[in-house]
């Protein structure tokens, strides 16, 4: 008569096979998991920095450049009231270009209108990027804007950080042939004593690392539309 129950060798496979399965379900929970979270990492980076691309697009389109001798201001040591830099820099192998101009600060709906009117007030905007304490590997993307220009304003009331991990950041000033140019300044003058004026394009490229690792670039080129624009009224 046979004796009910298992033996030893028996409950040992049943216990090695059950050992396989629980492993191999942790394993795909593990990686579900992990995969989740770069894809949830990976979405809250491009937000972010699409959201920062859009603002430098939109400070660019504001770029605006008086021509001619009313835009010095006066004194003992005459300034351009307007401007346009773009200064080429490297941090490694990597660039870390600054950018700084001047731009029409905002539209202004007058009383008892719907319709927009440009205000004349013009705006200093710079970007730059700085070095990031807690990583020296990595820089900090820094907006600044100054209203009017020549304010005194300090650096902390003038903007601060809106991007952090930033691997790299390009900008390309192209000029009216679609050349590139590097280290762009309308306060010179070009071939034949012409004035530079503002680049019609500019080209950014942005590199960023996230806290998890993950490297992502984005591109982009912008057109200035007041690049070419006469002196508005009142300005």
Not at 17 to 35: D, N
């Amino acid at each position: 008569m046979r004796r009910s129950g298992f033996t030893l060798l028996e409950l040992m496979v049943a216990l090695f096979t059950l050992t396989l399965l629980v492993t191999a379900a942790y394993q795909g929970y593990f990686g579900i998991a992990r995969g989740r979270e770069i894809l949830e990492s990976a979405s809250e980076m491009d937000v972010q920095n699409m959201v920062v691309m859009h603002r430098i697009t939109r400070d660019l389109q504001s770029a605006y450049l008086i021509r001619g001798g009313t835009n010095l201001i006066a004194g003992p040591f005459p300034r351009p009231r307007t401007y346009f830099r773009c200064k080429d820099e490297r941090y490694g192998a990597d660039e870390r270009d600054g950018i700084a101009f001047t731009a029409l600060s905002r539209d202004v709906f007058p009383p008892q209108s719907l319709q927009p009117v440009y205000d004349s007030e013009l705006a200093e905007v710079a970007y730059e990027v700085v070095p990031d304490e807690e990583n020296s590997e990595l820089g900090v993307l820094i907006r600044r804007e100054i209203a009017p220009p020549g304010s005194s304003a300090s650096v902390e009331e003038a903007g601060g950080a809106i991007a952090r991990g930033i691997v790299a950041l390009d900008f390309t000033c192209y000029n009216d042939q679609g050349v590139p140019v590097e280290d762009w300044d309308s306060t010179n003058l070009g071939p034949n004593g012409a004035v530079i004026g503002h680049p019609p394009l500019v080209g950014i490229r942005l590199t960023v690392k996230s806290s998890k690792g993950e490297v992502q670039m984005y591109i982009t080129k912008v057109f200035l539309p007041l690049s070419q624009a006469k002196v508005l009224k009142g300005s």
